[in-house]
């Protein structure tokens, strides 16, 4: 789908800059800087207008092709990003690495920040008086291992047990992102239903050796 739209659209070096770094998280709203401006295309424009309720218009491609055009002023972010945070799940903000003006290409882009319901620290994302935590889960034939961290506090808890059991810490903590397993999208949701914010990662980085090799680099450690 990405690469569809990438032909339909990315035209201009502006565009193709955009969709080659929109296909590194396509399941977030991109914010892209341009100037003193962040813009969003296409689907994000239309999702990003509608939820902030600024205008949508349509930005000219070449060929006599258009695409969908929402941006705000760059002071404006923390206005705007808990909204579209709470309404979207993952915002990724895309600032350009270069003054535009010692450069005569186009001005190099890059993600500087992804922004998640679970890894926020905006004061404006979260609640007084209230945790926000993040939760990682994976799911071990009758045996659920589970942890729970708020980056906001550094309160981190760890546990396992029954689905049944799971289920009652998911209900005390209220975690507003959880992380699983790629392939166990379908057997949590029918263990603990869809009302979660989930992201879903690759298989291989729940595999214990490459959490050993993470942990020991992290604390400087052999083991």
Same mark, same amino acid.
């Not at 193709?16 to 341009?34: C, G, N, S, V």
């Not at 990724?92 to 186009?106: F, N």
């Given at each position: 789908?990405?690469?569809?739209i990438?032909?339909e659209y990315?035209?201009?070096p502006?565009?193709?800059?955009?969709?080659?770094?929109?296909?590194?998280?396509?399941?977030?709203?991109?914010?892209?800087?341009i100037g003193?401006?962040y813009?969003?295309?296409g689907k994000?424009?239309?999702?990003t207008?509608?939820?902030?309720?600024?205008?949508?218009t349509?930005r000219?491609?070449?060929?006599?092709?258009?695409?969908?055009?929402?941006? &705000?002023?760059?002071?404006?972010? *923390?206005?705007y990003?808990h /909204? %579209?945070? $709470?309404?979207?799940?993952?915002v990724? @903000?895309c600032?350009q690495?270069?003054d535009?003006k010692?450069?005569?290409k186009?001005?190099?882009?890059?993600?500087?920040?992804?922004?998640?319901?679970?890894?926020?620290?905006?004061?404006?994302?979260l609640?007084?008086?209230s945790?926000n935590?993040?939760?990682?889960?994976?799911?071990?034939?009758?045996?659920?291992?589970?942890?729970?961290?708020?980056?906001?506090?550094g309160?981190? &808890?760890v546990?396992?047990?029954? *689905?049944?059991?799971?289920k /009652? %810490?998911? $209900?005390?903590f209220?975690p507003?992102? @959880?992380?699983?397993?790629?392939?166990?999208?379908?057997?949590?949701?029918?263990?603990?239903?869809?009302?979660y914010?989930l992201?879903t990662?690759?298989?291989?980085?729940?595999?214990?050796?490459?959490?050993?090799?993470?942990?020991c680099?992290h604390?400087?450690?052999?083991?």
């Amino acid at each position: 789908m990405a690469e569809k739209i990438e032909k339909e659209y990315a035209e201009t070096p502006l565009m193709k800059q955009y969709f080659e770094i929109k296909t590194e998280h396509p399941d977030a709203i991109l914010l892209f800087r341009i100037g003193d401006f962040y813009e969003t295309f296409g689907k994000d424009a239309i999702f990003t207008a509608k939820v902030l309720n600024i205008v949508l218009t349509r930005r000219a491609n070449g060929s006599g092709s258009y695409i969908e055009l929402a941006g &705000f002023p760059y002071h404006a972010l *923390d206005t705007y990003l808990h /909204k %579209l945070v $709470q309404a979207g799940g993952k915002v990724a @903000i895309c600032e350009q690495l270069e003054d535009p003006k010692l450069t005569k290409k186009i001005v190099k882009r890059g993600i500087t920040e992804l922004i998640t319901p679970g890894v926020a620290f905006n004061d404006k994302l979260l609640e007084n008086g209230s945790n926000n935590f993040l939760a990682a889960l994976h799911l071990l034939g009758k045996e659920i291992g589970i942890s729970f961290l708020d980056v906001s506090t550094g309160q981190f &808890f760890v546990s396992q047990g029954s *689905d049944v059991y799971i289920k /009652k %810490l998911l $209900q005390n903590f209220k975690p507003s992102e @959880i992380i699983i397993q790629r392939n166990q999208n379908q057997e949590f949701k029918k263990l603990f239903g869809e009302n979660y914010y989930l992201t879903t990662l690759d298989d291989w980085v729940f595999k214990s050796g490459f959490s050993n090799e993470l942990l020991c680099k992290h604390f400087a450690t052999n083991s």
